[in-house]
C-alpha cells in the first residue's frame, strides 16, 4: 500500500468489504431464485438498506423508480405474450437495490489506494468504478427527470400524467445516454479505454 | 511562432441535412492562447470534439506537425463543459491521480505532483472527498487540475466558466493565466477571453466568421452581434 485514504479503521474498512460482498452474493443468488416471497424479501431488505444509507425512505423509493418502471414493462409484455407474468420482473429490482447497496458500502477509495497500478486487481476496481459512475448518472439523472415532471404536474394523476411519465422515462434514457458518452469520451482520452 | 495545433479544412456534418462545421481553419501557435467565441449552438463543442477525433470529422488536424492520433492525443489536456463527466473517483485526490499511474509513474511520484496540482488549485484541503461533494467552481478547477497533472502540451478547454459565479470566474481565469502551454478555449464568455486569449476566433453557423487578437475581434460590436453573442 502506498498511502491509505480517509481515516477509517481498518477494521471498519474490512467490516465494509465484507457486507458489500454479503450484498454481491445475495444478489447472485437472488438472480437464480423464483420464490416470490424470498425476492419480496430481499426487495424488502435492499430498500430498507437503501433508505437507511440515502437518509430517507422516499429518496430510496425515488432512486429505484425506474427499474420498477422497467420490471413493470417487462411484466407486461410477458403478460401480452404468454397471459402470464415470471418472476423475473421481481428479479430485476432485488438484483438491482442489493448491487446498489453493494456498490455503496464498498470502500473504493480505500481499495482503489491499496491496489498496484496497472495490475488485473486494478483494472478490475478501475471497472466497477466506471460501473458505479454509470449507476450515479443514471440515479441523478432519474431524479432530475423525475423532480422536472412533478414540477410540470400539478395533481399526481390528473390529465396527462401517464404521458408525462413515458415522456420522463424516454428523456432520461437519452439524456443519460449522452451523458455516458461524454464521460466515456472523457476517459477514453484519458486513455482508460483500451 | 511554431505552431502546436494546425488545422486545415475541417468539416463535419451529423447527417447530409445538418452540416454542423465547414471549412475551419485555424492554428495555435506555442504558449499561445487562443480562445472560440460563438453563440449556443453556434458549434464550439463539435469542433473540440473533432480535434480530438471523438467525431469522424473531413480534413486535416495536425499537432506539433503529426496527423493527431491515438499516439499524439494523450499529450493533450482536455477539460470538459462538465466536470462530472471527468471526474468519477471515490476521492478528488485518485481523479488527479489515476492518469498519472495509468501512463506508469511510480505511485510515489505520481502522490507528490497529484498533490502539487490540487495545491495549485487550491484544493489541497478537500483532497479526501469525493467530486460530486464539491461546489461547481471547486469542480472546474478540479478538472483543470487533473488535465494539468499530466504536464500536456495543448490544454483544450470546453466552457470553462459556463455556470459559475464571478468570484469562481476570476479564479479560473487566474489558474489558465499563469499557464505556459498552448491552451485553446471554447466560451462565450467575451470579458473573460478577452482578459486572456492572445487571439480569438468568432463561430457563426458553424464558420469562423472572424480572427485576430482578441481585445481587437472582441470590441468589434457590430461582428458580435452578428455572432449572436451581444
Not at chain 1, 498496484?116 to 454509470?134: D, K, M, N, Q
Not at chain 2, 499516439?71 to 473517483?89: A, K, S
Request: hydrophobic share 50%; charged share 20%; glycine share 8%.
Amino acid at each position: 500500500m502506498v498511502f491509505r485514504a480517509g481515516h477509517e479503521s481498518y477494521v471498519m474498512t474490512a467490516l465494509r468489504v465484507m457486507g458489500a460482498l454479503v450484498l454481491l452474493v445475495a444478489a447472485v443468488m437472488v438472480a437464480v431464485v423464483s420464490n416470490r416471497t424470498w425476492l419480496l424479501s430481499a426487495i424488502i431488505g435492499g430498500l430498507a438498506l437503501r433508505a437507511i444509507m440515502e437518509g430517507s425512505f422516499s429518496r430510496a423509493l425515488r432512486s429505484t423508480l425506474p427499474v420498477v418502471i422497467f420490471a413493470a414493462l417487462l411484466a407486461l409484455m410477458q403478460w401480452v405474450a404468454s397471459q402470464s407474468v415470471s418472476s423475473l420482473p421481481l428479479r430485476t429490482i432485488a438484483v438491482f437495490l442489493l448491487s446498489a447497496c453493494a456498490f455503496g458500502i464498498f470502500p473504493w477509495a480505500e481499495t482503489f489506494s491499496a491496489v498496484r497500478p496497472g495490475s488485473t486487481l486494478f483494472a478490475l476496481v478501475l471497472f466497477a468504478l466506471f460501473i458505479r459512475h454509470f449507476a450515479m448518472i443514471l440515479t441523478s439523472e432519474s431524479r432530475r427527470v423525475l423532480q422536472a415532471r412533478s414540477l410540470g404536474i400539478s395533481r399526481a394523476y390528473g390529465p396527462g400524467w401517464f404521458r408525462s411519465l413515458v415522456a420522463a422515462v424516454a428523456a432520461l434514457i437519452g439524456r443519460s445516454l449522452s451523458r455516458a458518452e461524454r464521460f466515456y469520451a472523457a476517459q477514453s482520452l484519458r486513455g482508460f479505454t483500451e | 511562432m511554431k505552431p502546436v495545433l494546425e488545422v486545415d479544412n475541417l468539416n463535419y456534418a451529423y447527417d447530409s441535412a445538418r452540416r454542423v462545421l465547414s471549412d475551419i481553419t485555424f492554428s495555435v501557435g506555442e504558449g499561445e492562447c487562443v480562445g472560440i467565441v460563438g453563440a449556443n449552438g453556434a458549434g464550439k463543442s463539435t469542433l473540440l470534439w473533432c480535434l480530438l477525433g471523438l467525431l469522424k470529422a473531413t480534413g486535416s488536424v495536425r499537432f506539433f506537425g503529426e496527423k493527431l492520433g491515438k499516439q499524439t492525443v494523450g499529450r493533450i489536456g482536455v477539460v470538459f463543459q462538465n466536470p462530472e463527466d471527468q471526474l468519477f473517483m471515490p476521492r478528488l485526490l485518485d481523479d488527479i491521480l489515476l492518469p498519472l499511474l495509468n501512463r506508469g509513474l511510480l505511485p510515489q511520484l505520481a502522490h507528490e505532483r497529484a498533490l502539487a496540482a490540487l495545491d495549485k488549485a487550491s484544493l489541497r484541503e478537500v483532497y479526501e472527498r469525493p467530486a460530486a461533494q464539491l461546489s461547481l467552481g471547486e469542480r472546474k478547477r478540479a478538472a483543470i487540475a487533473a488535465a494539468l497533472a499530466g504536464a500536456p502540451e495543448l490544454l483544450l478547454l470546453d466552457e470553462p466558466t459556463a455556470e459559475l459565479d464571478g468570484r469562481s470566474v476570476r479564479r479560473v481565469a487566474e489558474s489558465l493565466r499563469t499557464l505556459t502551454m498552448s491552451r485553446l478555449i471554447a466560451s462565450h464568455d467575451l470579458e473573460f477571453l478577452r482578459g486572456l486569449c492572445h487571439r480569438t476566433l468568432v463561430l457563426a453557423g458553424g464558420k469562423i466568421i472572424a480572427q485576430g487578437a482578441s481585445q481587437e475581434i472582441l470590441g468589434q460590436r457590430v461582428l458580435l452581434e452578428q455572432a449572436g453573442l451581444i
